[in-house]
């Protein structure tokens, strides 16, 4: 079994995190009053960035299910229920200038819901010169994509172009 550490955060752990950093702050703010409540609000957000810096724990290489862990959530991609799986580079302008992340996305559909499952994580300089030299093979996510086409070639689709507005 091979472990891969991805910056993918789910939602919902977004979500569960700015609920304990509100009942942190509160149960704090209520033993100590004024004072409390600005010790519980640096209480709570440290605990709160404690969990987004987490990222994701990839599990694979052993049966056909991939999976996924970030801090207390834990959920499985089951590929074969995947219709179709691919990558894409996208580009994000930030604070110190352009940053890459590598996305692989497993599609699937159920009772006629499309969905998607995505696991994402940021390439650095040394990454993407792997990635101009063919040599993307290397990288921790792409060893996931390839484990993924290994086992259903037909599902794969390869690399493609950034599909949504926002990316």
Request: proline content about 1%.
């Amino acid at each position: 079994m091979k472990k891969v550490k991805v910056s993918y955060t789910p939602t919902i752990v977004y979500i569960i995190s700015a609920m304990i950093w509100v009942a942190v702050m509160l149960v704090i703010s209520a033993y100590l009053n004024e004072l409390g409540f600005y010790i519980g609000v640096l209480a709570g957000l440290a605990a709160l960035l404690f969990v987004y810096c987490q990222g994701t724990v990839v599990e694979y290489g052993e049966g056909k299910i991939i999976r996924c862990r970030s801090f207390f959530y834990k959920w499985k991609i089951d590929l074969e229920r995947i219709d179709t799986f691919s990558y894409t580079v996208r580009k994000y302008r930030a604070r110190g200038g352009i940053r890459h992340m590598m996305v692989i996305m497993f599609d699937h559909s159920m009772m006629g819901i499309n969905d998607c499952y995505k696991l994402t994580s940021f390439i650095g300089e040394n990454e993407m010169k792997k990635l101009m030299c063919n040599e993307a093979d290397k990288l921790d996510i792409m060893q996931i994509y390839k484990f993924a086409e290994s086992l259903y070639p037909d599902k794969a689709r390869g690399y493609t172009e950034k599909e949504d507005i926002n990316a």
